[in-house]
């Protein structure tokens, strides 16, 4: 079946090191997009790219960085420069007009 | 892209209409509203858009007000698994990655009861 696939589920990063989290879809969309979810609030979008090889900064860009290599492939690495990085993390996607469609997140803990 | 307003919390009773408002008087004539639902611990759904018109699909009706500045969302016969948050967003429908900033707000808490 199509879809967006985010790995893993869970993750727990120690202090002062990176983490990647993967994003994979097999819709043959072009644009895909992170979003970062803190408990009980709405999501924030992080990146997005409309296109292979390019990308541009959402609202809380800082501490995060991506790469879009591949059409189906967008992941997102949290650095040490992101201070507060426990929260949910979601990617998307979307075609032309289409509505964004979501995988099922990716939980991430500082130990 | 314009802001929407709707209550925190809602119930309804397994087998009956939910009926979930949202409020979006600074809507622009080009803005469609959407929604989405997400279920806890899972990425948000998408259930249905619109411009003015009501439409209706497999999950939901949707009805958008004649002056646009408010809609309802409509789950004919809710079940135990329609219990989840409910996002009514608004934004200029643009063609790829442009439309990236989907603003979710607080949403409202559909709780089904049995």
């Known amino acids: 079946d199509g879809g967006i696939t985010q790995s893993p589920k869970y993750l727990f990063r120690k202090e002062g090191q990176n983490v990647t989290l993967s994003c994979e879809q097999n819709l043959n969309h072009d644009a895909m997009y992170w979003y970062r979810q803190d408990p009980g609030q709405g999501l924030r979008l992080i990146y997005y790219?409309?296109?292979?090889?390019?990308?541009q900064k959402g609202d809380i860009a800082e501490g995060y960085s991506v790469s879009r290599e591949k059409k189906e492939s967008f992941p997102l690495t949290v650095t040490s420069a992101q201070k507060n990085p426990t929260a949910f993390y979601l990617c998307?996607?979307?075609?032309?007009?289409?509505?964004?469609?979501f995988g099922d997140g990716t939980r991430l803990s500082i130990l | 892209d314009a802001k929407t307003t709707q209550p925190p919390s809602m119930d309804c009773a397994e087998g009956r209409a939910a009926n979930l408002p949202c409020n979006h008087s600074t809507i622009s004539g080009n803005e469609y509203v959407y929604w989405y639902r997400q279920i806890h611990s899972q990425g948000p759904q998408y259930i249905i858009h619109?411009?003015?018109n009501n439409e209706t699909n497999e999950m939901a009706s949707l009805i958008i007000t004649e002056d646009r500045k408010s809609s309802t969302l409509i789950l004919p016969h809710a079940t135990l698994r329609d219990t989840a948050v409910y996002y009514c967003i608004v934004r200029v429908r643009n063609y790829g990655g442009s439309q990236g900033n989907l603003i979710f707000g607080k949403g409202t808490k559909l709780s089904v009861k049995p």
């Open positions: 619109g411009l003015k």
């Open positions: 998307a996607s979307s075609a032309g007009y289409q509505p964004q469609h």
């Open positions: 790219s409309q296109i292979v090889n390019d990308f």
